[in-house]
């Protein structure tokens, strides 16, 4: 079936009921079935909120900022697509309320309206079908999935739930097929699933003239056929096309509990298309990436000690890449998430763990914890993966106590240390702007011979992406270098440190970059894969 030469099809997801109910992982579930059926497809998420992007949120309160290899900072959910689809989502793909505005609004300062009255409708909606038809058409996409975030009924989101109704109208019903997200609560008191949360999510979908094709109905047990016949009956929707989206082991298993409900079936029927293309190789690969993250007996046990850590999601990435990496060495990860500023006093409790994780983070709070972190993993000879702000503190811990620094820190923390070990890039010193200003994206780093970062990832050459402002200062370099830490990569002809290890250590690895937004199921990032291998020996 060759669908290459018709226009792009869309599938858009909207939620109801609440947030957090796993729009993401659905969608990214439905672009990775009609990826195995040999579908051109990719992603959108649309983001209502007023922020230009995700770079200045609290990750906290909105999950990990996830970086693109074009320098985006997005939305956590475009990570879920890259790791389910196995391929870079550019930052157009994160579209905000602020970029469509600001787009509109700079057109009306130069007069490209012809003197109209600037409204919602047709100048913003227009402006949001423009740029997910531009998606369509540069990419030459078969399918685009686009993820509405928010939930039905939100002020924020009805432009864009506008934009997607007038799409489907301008398009026609067979080009477009709606997903909609909702909840069926089971009360522990009385057990049964209950539908009107999801009745009434329907209702104000339906209010606001967008009619559901299929839904997606999130709960903790598969879907009583009452539950599901009740739910058809109120909502207009056919039995067949409610499907039960239960509590899963693994997101990656979504796809074929989708699947195997006959979604992309009904898909294809929408779209006018019958019959499948022969996908049993696709699935076959699928499979085994899948089968790879379960019945793992063999355990080891990783703190990873962050300022994020109360949020699960703050470093959803940095997650996902120490289970790649379990998964394709038969190792089963298991994470503890310790807090920093709780750690201060108590490095000790780390003498458990197989292995020792800080990821990035930003300001002062718990900083003391991390460097004591550091230092601890290199006395004590645990295996150290430091990454961004791991990898800045290391080096201060470094200068601190095998230098004799003893007031060594960064100019993050304290901008007149005397030894600042860890200084702002020179370009930023101009800066004011905090937003989308860092050093982001894709960069090239040059890894020296006969070095544990060569050995990693076999090669002199690799690109990753960064999200900093601050860098190792070089005026330490030589002193580092003569008590045994070495920088055996560097970008930019070396003004810049990027990978910096301990050849006397068991391992102690600090990068820079963010090599968890490269790391994808079935191909772990080359540096987790290490540090998983070296905890576990």
């Avoid at 074009?70 to 930052?91: A, H, K, T, V």
């Avoid at 909840?183 to 104000?204: I, M, R």
């Avoid at 963010?514 to 079935?522: D, Y």
Wanted: aromatic share 8%; charged share 25%; glycine share 8%.
């Amino acid at each position: 079936m060759d669908m290459q030469a018709e226009s792009t099809k869309y599938i858009f997801v909207t939620g109801g009921v609440m947030s957090g109910l796993g729009k993401g992982v659905i969608s990214s579930s439905i672009a990775k079935l009609l990826q195995l059926s040999n579908q051109k497809v990719s992603c959108v998420k649309i983001d209502p909120y007023l922020n230009y992007d995700a770079g200045t949120m609290n990750p906290v309160a909105h999950g990990e900022v996830f970086v693109t290899e074009d320098g985006g900072e997005c939305d956590m959910d475009i990570g879920n697509y890259e790791r389910f689809l196995n391929q870079s989502i550019p930052r157009t793909h994160n579209i905000t309320t602020a970029q469509v505005y600001s787009s509109v609004i700079e057109a009306e300062r130069k007069g490209e309206y012809l003197g109209a009255c600037v409204q919602i409708i047709p100048h913003v909606t227009d402006a949001i079908k423009e740029r997910i038809r531009k998606i369509a058409k540069v990419e030459n996409l078969d399918m685009l999935v686009v993820e509405c975030g928010g939930t039905v009924g939100d002020i924020e989101s009805l432009p864009f739930l506008e934009a997607l109704r007038q799409i489907r109208l301008e398009e026609g019903p067979e080009t477009v097929v709606f997903v909609h997200v909702t909840l069926a609560p089971s009360l522990d008191v009385v057990g049964e699933q209950k539908t009107k949360p999801t009745q009434h999510s329907v209702q104000e979908l339906r209010r606001i003239g967008i009619q559901p094709d299929l839904l997606a109905v999130r709960c903790s047990r598969p879907l009583e056929d009452s539950a599901r016949k009740k739910i058809s009956l109120f909502s207009n929707v056919a039995v067949k096309d409610v499907f039960s989206c239960h509590d899963a082991e693994s997101i990656l298993l979504v796809p074929q509990m989708l699947y195997d409900q006959g979604i992309i079936d009904e898909i294809f029927k929408k779209f006018g298309k019958v019959g499948l293309v022969n996908t049993s190789t696709n699935w076959d690969k699928w499979n085994l990436i899948v089968n790879s993250f379960h019945n793992i007996k063999d355990q080891v046990k990783i703190a990873m000690v962050g300022k994020y850590v109360k949020l699960a999601d703050s470093y959803v990435s940095v997650n996902q890449a120490l289970k790649h990496a379990g998964a394709k060495l038969g190792k089963n990860v298991i994470v503890d998430w310790i807090d920093s500023e709780e750690l201060n006093g108590n490095v000790e409790r780390l003498s458990s763990y197989d292995g020792i994780i800080v990821p990035g983070g930003f300001g002062e709070r718990g900083v003391e914890g991390i460097i004591n972190t550091a230092n601890f993993a290199r006395e004590k000879n645990i295996p150290y993966l430091g990454i961004c702000f791991g990898f800045q503190l290391a080096a201060v811990a470094f200068g601190r106590y095998v230098c004799g620094l003893t007031n060594a820190n960064s100019t993050e923390i304290s901008p007149n240390t005397e030894n600042p070990i860890i200084d702002l890039l020179p370009e930023q010193k101009t800066i004011e702007n905090k937003g989308g200003s860092l050093r982001l994206g894709a960069h090239e780093i040059k890894i020296e011979d006969n070095t544990l970062a060569f050995k990693i990832y076999k090669s002199n050459l690799i690109h990753k992406r960064h999200r900093h402002r601050y860098e190792f200062n070089q005026k330490y370099l030589d002193l580092f270098v003569s008590k045994g830490l070495k920088f055996t990569g560097y970008s930019d002809s070396k003004k810049r440190m990027e990978i910096l290890e301990i050849p006397s250590h068991k391992f102690y690895f600090g990068v820079q970059f963010h090599p968890e937004f490269s790391s994808r199921p079935g191909y772990p990032e080359e540096s987790f894969e290490a540090f998983i291998k070296a905890a576990g020996a």
